[in-house]
């Protein structure tokens, strides 16, 4: 099994920043995306941002610019530094991995189980 545990949530003033860590853990041959997602009250879950084994990034628009992803593939860990926070970047943050547990198996997504984040003066 595969286990991904997230930190890093909490309350921020609007401006603020946070950052947030995931470590995947289990049964792991390789990862291919890390990446994060966040869903607000009464929105659907949608992409934060996203990183590559090889180091490509993608971002939200909403984010561009205040947000960076980062990944350890060493430690197979993710990081998502948020600065200029705003009430709108208010949500459950949950950590995704795509996983391949052996050589030759196929790939699988596997999810945290979420952090609050918090944007309020």
């Known amino acids: 099994q595969v286990q991904l545990v997230e930190s890093g949530g909490g309350l921020v003033q609007p401006g603020g920043s946070l950052r947030l860590s995931c470590a995947a853990s289990g049964s792991i041959f390789s990862i291919y995306t890390m990446g994060w997602y966040r869903q607000a009250p009464g929105k659907q879950r949608e992409l934060v941002a996203v990183?590559?084994?090889?180091?490509?990034?993608n971002y939200t628009d909403s984010v561009k610019g205040r947000f960076t992803i980062s990944r350890d593939n060493a430690r197979n860990s993710v990081y998502l530094q948020m600065n200029s926070l705003k009430p709108e970047d208010t949500a459950v943050y949950y950590c995704?991995?795509?996983?391949?547990?052996?050589?030759?198996?196929?790939?699988?997504?596997?999810w945290g189980q979420g952090t609050q984040v918090t944007v309020s003066s």
């Open positions: 990183t590559t084994d090889g180091g490509s990034t």
């Open positions: 995704n991995a795509n996983v391949r547990r052996s050589r030759f198996g196929l790939t699988r997504d596997y």
